[in-house]
């Protein structure tokens, strides 16, 4: 079975400071991971993904994450905050061709001025 | 772009209406998804459709159906609408492909009184 875990439901950063939203998953089989953002009144739109490609991935607006095996972990950051990235934060994973997206819970994030 | 439309952003019903959320999407995608969104528990799969016609359980079909007819609209359905379905519904699409990404509408948020 696979599963997401976010912890926490809530994070706050000010303006300009590093952007830290933590995943875990669990996994029997190599996993493909997503991050997810959804705005204020908005649907979910892709940050970025995990395709076991390069462990470092890139996304819009200046995210990246890093896929660590050895931690099972999928660590979504930006070094700079920006008001405009205030918004929920959705980690998910998937394991092959016949299973599902499974979600987290899902991260706000506010950014204080 | 991808779109995704759905038919509604917001519905209010009174208890044991029947309730349709309609879903379409223009890029041709095979996997269509709905989930529902509700604070603290992420989202959730209701069901999902990976052609036409052709549909399978997701985590929490109870108290809904679904049908697609045509490709490219796929509809959910509360044949009796309750207060516990009182939450936001996300559409979604995607290619074929474990990897590949979903596409999510800006949802439909239900209340039922």
């Known amino acids: 079975a696979q599963s997401v875990t976010q912890l926490g439901s809530h994070v706050s950063v000010s303006e300009g400071a590093l952007v830290l939203l933590r995943c875990n998953y669990s996994s029997s089989v190599p996993p493909y991971l997503f991050w997810y953002v959804q705005y204020p009144n908005q649907g979910l739109q892709l940050l970025l993904k995990y395709t076991s490609a390069a462990t470092l991935v890139k996304g819009i607006n200046g995210f990246e994450a890093e896929f660590k095996k050895s931690e099972t972990s999928f660590h979504l950051t930006k070094p700079s905050a920006h008001m405009s990235d205030a918004a929920e934060y959705f980690c998910a994973v998937r394991t092959g061709a016949n299973s599902k997206l499974t979600f987290g819970k899902g991260i706000t994030l506010s950014v204080r001025p | 772009d991808v779109k995704v439309t759905q038919s509604s952003r917001y519905l209010v019903k009174r208890t044991g209406e029947k309730v349709f959320l309609e879903c379409v999407q223009d890029m041709d995608h095979e996997n269509m998804f709905w989930y529902r969104q509700d604070p603290g528990l992420g989202l959730r799969l209701i069901y999902f459709s990976y052609d036409v016609k052709m549909k399978e359980k997701g985590d929490i079909p109870e108290g809904y159906s679904v049908s697609r007819e045509k490709k490219e609209r796929f509809s959910l359905i509360l044949e009796s609408a309750s207060t516990n379905q009182t939450s936001m519904y996300l559409c979604?699409?995607?290619?074929?492909?474990?990897?590949?990404?979903?596409?999510f509408g800006p949802g439909t948020r239900l209340l039922v009184l």
């Open positions: 979604a699409s995607s290619l074929e492909g474990p990897a590949e990404t979903q596409y």
